[in-house]
């Protein structure tokens, strides 16, 4: 359990660094796969089947700058569903208690 709290915190910092990070940053497939809450190998395939992300190869790595990020149709399908699951979440932290009170008042 605490390697995934750790990792949570991990990619949270992540995702703020890229927020604040300037249009023209560079980040790493595992930093974009992280971000975005994808595999990497989804990122790889994309980039070898020419429809991914535009890239900059250093030698033998892979840096995708922020602002094409951004741009991509992958980024905007990844976003959508961090928003879409960030609602659930708030809704089942607020359900239970609901329904607690609900079973209170039949019992009394």
Same mark, same amino acid.
Do not use: C
């Given at each position: 359990m605490i390697l995934i709290v750790n990792q949570n915190s991990?990619?949270?910092k992540l995702k703020r660094e890229f927020a604040k990070a300037k249009p023209d940053a560079l980040? &790493?497939?595992? +930093? %974009?796969s992280d971000i975005m809450n994808i595999a990497e190998s989804t990122i790889e395939r994309n980039r070898w089947s020419g429809k991914g992300i535009p890239f900059i190869r +250093?030698?033998?790595?892979?840096? @995708? +700058?922020?602002? *094409?990020?951004?741009? &991509? *149709? %992958? @980024?905007?399908k990844a976003r959508k569903r961090d928003l879409r699951w960030e609602k659930l979440l708030k809704r089942a932290k607020y359900e239970p208690l609901k329904d607690m009170n609900w079973r209170k008042s039949l019992e009394s």
């Amino acid at each position: 359990m605490i390697l995934i709290v750790n990792q949570n915190s991990r990619i949270k910092k992540l995702k703020r660094e890229f927020a604040k990070a300037k249009p023209d940053a560079l980040f &790493s497939t595992r +930093q %974009l796969s992280d971000i975005m809450n994808i595999a990497e190998s989804t990122i790889e395939r994309n980039r070898w089947s020419g429809k991914g992300i535009p890239f900059i190869r +250093q030698k033998h790595l892979v840096f @995708y +700058q922020k602002s *094409e990020v951004v741009k &991509s *149709e %992958l @980024y905007k399908k990844a976003r959508k569903r961090d928003l879409r699951w960030e609602k659930l979440l708030k809704r089942a932290k607020y359900e239970p208690l609901k329904d607690m009170n609900w079973r209170k008042s039949l019992e009394s």
